[in-house]
């Protein structure tokens, strides 16, 4: 499977499915929102790590490539790494998205663009630019490991980072789960009880007797 198949099935499904397809993928931790509602996030990341500095950023943004996700590891930064002006540059330029460990802030202006900003808090104070950061580095960013050219795919319910050869093998997995959901809101909508859909009779019993090898699943 190529890149460009990957990220066509990918942008059909959402990071719930994967995250249902494998529970032990990498989810960031849900302090990083995004600043927008109803976009998707989906690309390569690009990854930064600075401190209280925003010149690695800007680095990134003269080097990283159209469809990278710039992904910054701030090291507890208590200052916006992140504004209006290189968002506005990031989307002109044809970048996926940022992600920041850490402030942003211009979120007024930030919510009306089409470029998915995700970030851990808001300030109106900005860092400086005296230090180079680093590029294209293993980072930590939302409590797990971020490394260089990870596909970081994210929605309103937050962010999973996997590898491509980790997506490629969950991708059939994620995309039945998908089917199956969307199965099951056409039952509902058409007034089938969500109860009757499932094995829930069965899995009460074997709980209730300690079966602890009883999984519950839709009866299809």
């Known amino acids: 499977?190529?890149?460009?198949?990957?990220?066509?099935?990918?942008?059909?499904?959402?990071?719930?499915?994967?995250?249902?397809a494998?529970?032990?993928?990498?989810?960031?931790?849900?302090?990083?929102?995004?600043?927008?509602s109803g976009l998707q996030l989906l690309g390569k990341a690009y990854t930064v790590r600075c401190h209280e500095d925003f010149f690695a950023v800007i680095r990134a943004l003269e080097d990283a490539e159209p469809g990278d996700v710039l992904v910054i590891d701030s090291q507890n930064s208590r200052r916006a790494i992140v504004g209006e002006l290189f968002s506005a540059e990031a989307e002109r330029k044809g970048l996926h998205g940022i992600v920041i460990d850490g402030p942003c802030r211009d979120i007024s202006t930030i919510e009306e663009l089409q470029l998915p900003v995700y970030a851990r808090s808001v300030t109106p104070v900005s860092g400086t630019t005296k230090?180079?950061?680093e590029h294209q580095v293993p980072i930590v960013c939302g409590g797990i490991e971020v490394n260089p050219g990870d596909i970081v795919f994210g929605d309103d319910d937050g962010i999973i980072v996997a590898s491509i050869e980790e997506l490629t093998e969950l991708l059939p997995q994620a995309e039945e789960i998908k089917r199956i959901e969307r199965w099951v809101l056409d039952q509902l909508a058409a007034g089938t009880s969500l109860l009757s859909l499932v094995n829930y009779a069965e899995h009460l019993d074997a709980l209730r007797v300690g079966n602890k090898s009883s999984s519950l699943k839709f009866l299809l």
């Open 1 to 20: 499977m190529n890149n460009i198949e990957l990220f066509e099935r990918l942008s059909a499904l959402d990071p719930a499915a994967l995250a249902d």
């Open 131 to 133: 230090a180079l950061g």
């Open 22 to 36: 494998n529970k032990q993928i990498r989810v960031m931790n849900d302090e990083i929102r995004p600043i927008q």
